[in-house]
């Protein structure tokens, strides 16, 4: 095949019989941390406890973490994390009326809920859960969803288009208390990894491949771009760098490049791997699906939520060429257990066009046993 074709029935990289549910609770973008205190950390985008149906991606209530000692038993740690009670600027719903945003305090929301036609952004996405070791704690960071699909000019807007920002555990345990980092959004857009360096660099990366170096405290960037400003509550202005104005890492990219999210970095063997979520356009007209090509999602041409990985030796780059490690696997994590055995954390997300894809069920989140062929991560398909 040419570089950026794909066989997304390929037997190498699909979700075996061997891949498991960790319990039955609606979830995307899982994410798991190996702790230095022998446990695993999960997290994930989760839904608010009784909230309508259809409105996952529009409300949520914060960040959701469990705890387990064998990958087996999770136990809930709770709302770890509350937009209510500890979010500042990230509190506030925002409802679209024309060109602009009202602000909602989340009293007032509930107390006059919207009805199921009027599109509502306050959802907390892609939260990640790490143990930093120069910090000697635990912290997340995540993204909110304002602005999605809203209609008003990204570039132009007064508003902020999404926001990440990063959480610090003041004990040192992954139930918290955490407090922000900074005062502010860290940058727009959503879904952040965060990466610490063998020295204890910290790197935050957004979105897909944009790769910043954050101070030792993540109070914020370091030699960020010139900050933008941005209306997040009734007279509340954020200043904040914008994923826009920050380079992409260099990559052996695909013609024409594809779209992509949910950015992992990680590193094995000395080496780092860049871990992007993408969708081949499925095969059509006597050409093979494929990454590399034109034009927006449509019912009929999306094909799986695939994770695809390039590696480097540097962790600025060059990256590439990129290949498929798990055909459906899109954004979750990939981590070594205590033992050394890898993992990918994933969800199965809703099948698109040509769909199922995978053998588990929907948004739940699941383990499946990987392995390493080189310098490449595949799923192990024995049971």
């Given at each position: ?29 899982p994410h798991v941390c190996a702790a230095p205190d022998g446990s ?137 208390p955490y407090v922000a980092t900074s005062p502010g959004p860290l940058?727009?857009?959503i879904d952040p990894c965060l990466f610490e360096q063998d020295d ?184």
């Open positions: 095949m040419n570089y950026g074709e794909v066989d997304i029935q390929d037997p190498r990289t699909q979700i075996p019989a061997s891949a498991r549910v960790m319990f039955d609770e609606w979830m995307r973008d695993y950390y999960l997290t994930g985008t989760t839904r608010e406890p009784g909230s309508p149906d259809g409105k996952a991606g529009m409300w949520s209530d914060g960040i959701r973490v469990w705890r387990s000692l064998d990958l087996k038993t999770w136990e809930p740690l709770g709302l770890v994390w509350s937009l209510d009670r500890d979010g500042t600027w990230q509190r506030f719903f925002q409802v679209p009326e024309g060109d602009r945003i009202r602000f909602v305090e989340p009293a007032a929301f509930r107390a006059a809920l919207p009805g199921p036609d009027v599109a509502v952004r306050r959802s907390l996405w892609a939260p990640e859960i790490h143990w930093v070791r120069r910090l000697k704690t635990f912290v997340l960071v995540a993204s909110m969803n304002y602005g999605m699909g809203m209609p008003y000019d990204r570039e132009k807007s007064p508003y902020l288009f999404g926001g990440i920002f990063a959480l610090r555990s003041t004990t040192g345990r992954a139930e918290g940058c727009d857009i204890g660099r910290l790197y935050l990366l957004g979105l897909n491949n944009h790769l910043m170096e954050l101070r030792s405290d993540l109070s914020g960037l370091v030699n960020p771009p010139p900050l933008r400003e941005a209306e997040v509550g009734p007279g509340w202005l954020v200043k904040y760098a914008s994923l826009w104005d920050v380079p992409k890492l260099p990559q052996q990219t695909f013609t024409p490049e594809m779209r992509c999210e949910g950015g992992y970095l990680f590193k094995h063997n000395g080496r780092y791997h860049l871990c992007q979520s993408a969708c081949p356009r499925l095969p059509r007209a006597g050409q093979p699906a494929a990454y590399a090509w034109e034009g927006m999602f449509t019912a009929n041409d999306r094909g799986p939520y695939d994770a695809v990985v390039a590696s480097a030796a540097n962790v600025r780059g060059p990256y590439g060429p990129r290949y498929t490690a798990l055909t459906h696997g899109g954004h979750g994590n990939f981590f070594r257990d205590h033992a050394g055995q890898w993992w990918a954390c994933v969800f199965n997300p809703p099948s698109p066009a040509g769909g199922p894809y995978c053998p588990l069920p929907e948004c739940r989140p699941a383990l499946v046993p990987m392995r390493w062929d080189g310098d490449q991560i595949l799923p192990e398909a024995k049971a």
